[in-house]
């Protein structure tokens, strides 16, 4: 099954009954389609390639062969990776100079992969400190 572009997929989602669902909290009612647009945009930046090339489309426009020069990836597989961002509306493509040229097309973006490195550099302190802990006791037993 061929993917579709985020875009496209939250409509259709729309589209379906909009099964509700409490929030925990018994804060009110959310429309699941709202959690499935989250997921589908997560499933969209689960792929390391992805993931660098927003990163580097962050920091400036970029032509096709300077992305290839900083991922490190064969050409056809940069071209699927960039069709995916593409669908999912987060990126956008223009000729320039003869090159195709790329940038993000969603500012947020750049917060987003912020966000997420500062919760990974959160786990891996926690990961450090129950390392530490276990070498203590692990002295104190042995």
Same mark, same amino acid.
């Given at each position: ?5 985020? /875009? ?10 909009c099964?509700?669902?409490?929030? *925990?909290?018994g /804060?009110?009612?959310?429309?699941? *389609? ?10 969209t930046?689960?792929? *390391?390639? %992805? ?11 970029? =032509? ?11 050409p ?12 999912? /509306?987060?990126?956008?493509? %223009?000729?320039?100079n ?8 969603? *500012? ?6 912020? =966000? ?14 129950? %390392? ?9 037993? /042995?």
């Amino acid at each position: 099954m061929r993917k579709t572009d985020l /875009g496209r997929r939250v409509g259709d989602m729309n589209k379906l009954s909009c099964a509700k669902m409490r929030q *925990p909290t018994g /804060g009110g009612i959310v429309v699941a *389609p709202l959690y499935q647009a989250k997921a589908e945009l997560f499933r969209t930046l689960g792929h *390391p390639a %992805r993931i660098r090339i927003l990163e580097l489309l962050t920091e400036r426009d970029h =032509a096709v062969h300077e992305l290839l020069e900083q991922i490190m990836i064969e050409p056809s597989n940069l071209s699927q990776q960039l069709a995916v961002l593409r669908r999912a /509306g987060l990126v956008v493509q %223009r000729r320039e100079n003869g090159s195709v040229v790329y940038s993000v097309s969603v *500012p947020d973006v750049r917060d987003l992969l912020t =966000a997420a490195r500062r919760i990974l550099l959160a786990m891996l302190s926690d990961q450090d400190s129950l %390392r530490e802990q276990l070498d203590t006791t692990h002295r104190q037993v /042995g």
